[in-house]
């Protein structure tokens, strides 16, 4: 097992108006494995995973990684911890417009202080792997969206993470930039063995998972697993949709 | 919805409001207080002189303030209309009537302007009691400084608050207005260095001609004495530093962060490959600001700088001039003594010193004649007697040293430090003197030099002339009334010298005339029987104690101006620049590193032009051949403190509002 959460909860605000975002969560994630997480608007997937990437600490409940208890790092170890072991893909990209595409991409190793040579070596195997080699000198604000979602998945790889975190990572993509950023994850994730875990209200975009999570409000509703066949993976996590709440549910999404 | 707006865009920028508004209302404050100090009746009282003239120079100075302000006001208001640059467009893109926005725009700065008056007209009245009574407390007034506002003066005060805000409301219309015509396109502005290497070379050079041209100056101004040519020398220096600036910060400011973000090896590591990047943005939005202030402030320590010098030159003279707050001469000590006697004066010191007259002849450097004049002779141990602030002034002479005691030329290069070869009748030549200014009656008790002889050539001098030299000190004055003093003004010409001069010293004589001689001959001379000091050490004190005033009160002004602005650039980033800082942090970077790359930026936009403007005005002082003095260093020094002091404050502001959007 490479992620154990045990009972992690988390509120928002003060006594009065809180909000109880993750009531009382356990999961366990295993090496190599590409988890969906899903779930209706405000169902605290993106606290979940906040939670996971040590963005944020849980109130109660213990997440621990590689054997090490991540909520009992202080915050500079936590840091660390991040920069090494995870990459990040957010829906709202979060690429520097100072910076062009190449900068934007090798900036996880440059932060970790890498040498040279193996920033260029692993800038271009990446940039190879994602065919998006001819958008290496471009500005940030002359890519699509599209490829902007792209470098930003690139830039989450480079340092080979040990575990990839997406959160609505398909959510603005147009269906055919989705399926192939989707594809790409799948790629990184059977040769690369990245772990992954994906959030997201779309059920197209949890098909591509090996098993998916339901949650909603704080607490796990239920899994479904693949069963190899994406088809019927599609139409499973459908069914499993229509059992929590109704059929538009899904579609509203209200993160940023 | 439109009072939504209004207040929430106001709310969004409260900290930079808040800078903006209290430095409007500090300015407003001190300009309201020149304008009502004018009219006090508590000042027009304790200072006579205040309706003659000093009254007039407030008012001017009030003008020189307000003018200033309004440039400030202008140039700073026009910040936030760009920092709301994409907000106004998105408006006129959603549908919004160009005019509408101009409107909120214009309706913004006037409530902008109304809280800044308020606080300011507030202020003044606080001001007005605390400046007056630094001012009374430096021009050493002992009155009760109260507070009082005209009518007229508030009414006027008003018409201004009324018709600035309606100007300056209606400049940022008029930019909003700019800025929707151009339309919302942000031009990435390109580095060039082609352009701005030569450009940053030719500052350089221009420098250097300014500082080479302040040399030439030095010398031409003591050669040639008044001509146009200093003048276009002075010009011409100005622009060249003023240029020769703005090129070097254009050219080379963002050439050096672009040459290390070309060393890979640099770049590459860490926080760098971004904070390069960021930083260089951020200085080419800043330039014309950081070199604004540059000049402003090299420009607040050059006038520093003089007018310490000013201040020391005038003081020295008075000293000079004026040891005494009375002193009489043996003709006259009756007359005085018994006016004292009368008035009931508080005598704390009486001095008296025998003095011989005779005739001497030398060599004058800086007339490049030989001159033959009376001269006063004084023995060494009498000048000892005499108060210790007299010799203070003057080079310390030995008992058998000789010292010559004369006007300071005024020059700006040191006088020579002796006299040779002084001629003296019937007595033996004296071969060196030491030169000082300090006169130990005031140079008015003598007629032309002064000269301390060691105790045995005085009694072996023969005069032509014998008198004898008096000097009073008193506490609190010599309380003379008008009527005593005219009295005592008939005795003024006490006596008058007439040299007979006859091709040597031996045969020449000095003749004695009781009356005021018909015709002025240039070989008669005026003893003065009487001189009262004491009234001009109080109008000095006074006048120097105003000019302190509005000399510090100008430096604050000024030192606020630019922190604020300063501050308020760092402020004010433009929307996508705080959000990549956020991004930063989402991706894994340590807050240290975040909070570094805010302090870098800050230190930069505050030492950069904090260094070029000390360079630029200890330069200018050293090639006037100025020596720095501890006490000027010190003024510097504070003067950089407060500065570094808006530094630190504007950083705790700065990173105060990125970790606000952190959290958001
Ligand atoms: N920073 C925050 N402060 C207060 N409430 C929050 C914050 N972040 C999330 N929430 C609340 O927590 C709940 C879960 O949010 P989130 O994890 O973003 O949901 P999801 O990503 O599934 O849409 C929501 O009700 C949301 O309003
Ligand atoms: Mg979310």
Request: net charge positive; proline share 3%.
């Amino acid at each position: 097992m490479q992620i154990v959460v045990k009972n992690i909860s988390k509120d928002y605000g003060k006594k009065k108006n809180a909000v109880h975002a993750i009531k009382d969560i356990s999961l366990e994630v295993e090496h190599g494995e590409f988890l969906g997480i899903m779930g209706p608007s405000g169902a605290g997937k993106t606290t979940l995973l906040n939670m996971l990437s040590t963005n944020e600490r849980p109130d109660h409940g213990q997440i621990i990684i590689d054997d090490i208890d991540i909520t009992q790092l202080h915050d500079r170890e936590q840091t660390k911890f991040r920069r090494n072991k995870m990459g990040f893909i957010y829906q709202s990209f979060e690429l520097l417009d100072s910076l062009n595409v190449k900068e934007n991409v090798i900036l996880p190793l440059a932060l970790s202080r890498s040498h040279k040579k193996l920033i260029e070596e692993r800038f271009n195997y990446m940039m190879n792997l994602l065919n998006i080699e001819k958008l290496s000198q471009r500005n940030v604000d002359e890519l699509s969206l599209g490829q902007r979602q792209i470098v930003a998945a690139a830039r989450a790889l480079i340092n080979s993470p040990e575990i990839l975190f997406a959160d609505e990572p398909t959510g603005s993509l147009d269906s055919k930039s989705a399926t192939i950023l989707l594809n790409y994850m799948q790629l990184v994730n059977q040769r690369e063995k990245t772990t992954i875990v994906m959030a997201t209200h779309d059920a197209f975009t949890a098909s591509y998972c090996q098993r998916v999570v339901f949650i909603k409000d704080g607490l796990i509703f239920s899994e479904v697993v693949n069963p190899g066949n994406r088809d019927k993976f599609f139409e499973q996590i459908i069914n499993m949709q229509r059992t929590i709440g109704g059929g538009n549910y899904f579609n509203v999404s209200q993160d940023y | 919805m439109y009072r939504k707006i209004i207040k929430r865009s106001l709310y969004n920028m409260r900290d930079s409001y808040l800078i903006y508004i209290l430095a409007c209302a500090f300015a407003i404050g001190i300009y309201g207080t020149l304008v009502s100090m004018s009219t006090n009746p508590s000042i027009k009282r304790a200072i006579p002189t205040w309706r003659s003239y000093l009254g007039d120079i407030s008012i001017m100075m009030s003008w020189v303030f307000a003018f200033c302000a309004v440039i400030y006001m202008v140039y700073v208001g026009g910040f936030f209309v760009k920092q709301q640059h994409h907000e106004f467009i998105t408006f006129e893109k959603l549908g919004m009537q160009r005019w509408v926005v101009v409107m909120l725009s214009f309706f913004q700065t006037s409530v902008i302007q109304f809280f800044a008056w308020i606080i300011g007209l507030l202020g003044t009245v606080v001001f007005q009691k605390f400046l007056g009574m630094v001012l009374f407390y430096l021009m050493h007034l002992r009155f009760n400084f109260l507070m009082y506002i005209s009518l007229a003066d508030a009414r006027h005060l008003l018409t201004v608050f009324l018709y600035s805000t309606i100007f300056f409301s209606g400049i940022n219309a008029f930019k909003t207005m700019r800025i929707l015509q151009k339309g919302g396109k942000r031009r990435a502005k390109k580095a060039r260095w082609w352009l701005r290497i030569p450009a940053g070379l030719f500052g350089i050079v221009l420098l250097i001609l300014a500082q080479v041209g302040s040399v030439q100056l030095i010398y031409d101004i003591d050669s040639i004495g008044y001509s146009p040519k200093p003048m276009a020398e002075i010009l011409f220096i100005l622009i060249a530093d003023v240029f020769g600036t703005y090129l070097v910060y254009f050219g080379f400011l963002p050439t050096i962060l672009n040459f290390l973000q070309k060393i890979r090896s640099v770049a590459y590591s860490g926080i760098n490959i971004f904070s390069f990047k960021y930083l260089k943005e951020r200085l080419f939005q800043n330039i014309s600001t950081l070199w604004f202030v540059t000049e402003l402030s090299a420009m607040a320590l050059v006038l520093l700088t003089f007018c310490y010098y000013g201040y020391q030159q005038v003081y020295h003279n008075y000293n000079t001039i004026y040891p005494f707050e009375l002193s009489a001469d043996q003709n006259t000590v009756k007359t005085v003594r018994q006016e004292l006697k009368k008035s009931k004066a508080n005598i704390v010191g009486e001095y008296q010193t025998d003095v011989k007259i005779s005739l001497a002849s030398y060599y004058k450097e800086s007339d490049k004649t030989v001159v033959h004049q009376p001269m006063t002779f004084m023995s060494h141990s009498d000048y000892l007697a005499l108060p210790k602030r007299i010799q203070k002034w003057n080079p310390k002479v030995k008992s058998n040293e000789y010292l010559m005691i004369r006007y300071n030329s005024g020059s700006i290069n040191d006088e020579p430090q002796k006299a040779y070869n002084i001629e003296v009748k019937n007595a033996p030549l004296i071969a060196k003197a030491k030169i000082g200014n300090s006169f130990p009656y005031g140079s008015t008790m003598h007629y032309g030099s002064i000269m301390i002889v060691p105790d045995k050539y005085y009694q072996s001098l023969p005069a032509e002339i014998n008198d004898t030299l008096y000097g009073w000190k008193f506490k609190k004055g010599d309380r003379l009334n008008a009527k005593q003093i005219k009295h005592l003004e008939k005795r003024r010409g006490d006596y008058f010298l007439k040299v007979n001069y006859n091709s040597n010293l031996k045969n020449s004589s000095i003749e004695i005339i009781k009356k005021e001689p018909e015709t002025y001959d240039h070989n008669v001379y005026t003893q003065i029987g009487f001189m009262r000091q004491g009234g001009f050490k109080k109008q000095f004190n006074q006048v120097g104690g105003f000019f302190l005033f509005i000399v510090s009160l100008f430096s604050v002004a000024l030192l606020i101006a630019l922190g604020s602005v300063l501050t308020l650039r760092i402020l004010l980033r433009d929307d996508y620049q705080s959000r990549q800082l956020r991004t930063l942090q989402k991706i894994g970077v340590e807050e240290t590193e975040i909070k570094g790359i805010v302090r870098k930026e800050n230190t930069l936009t505050f030492l950069i032009p904090l260094i070029f403007a000390l360079v630029q005005t200890i330069s200018a002082s050293l090639s006037f051949s100025l020596k720095l003095p501890k006490k000027l260093l010190l003024i510097y020094g504070g003067y950089v403190a407060m500065y570094c002091l808006f530094g630190v404050v504007s950083y705790q502001i700065s990173w105060h509002g990125i970790k606000k959007k952190f959290s958001q």
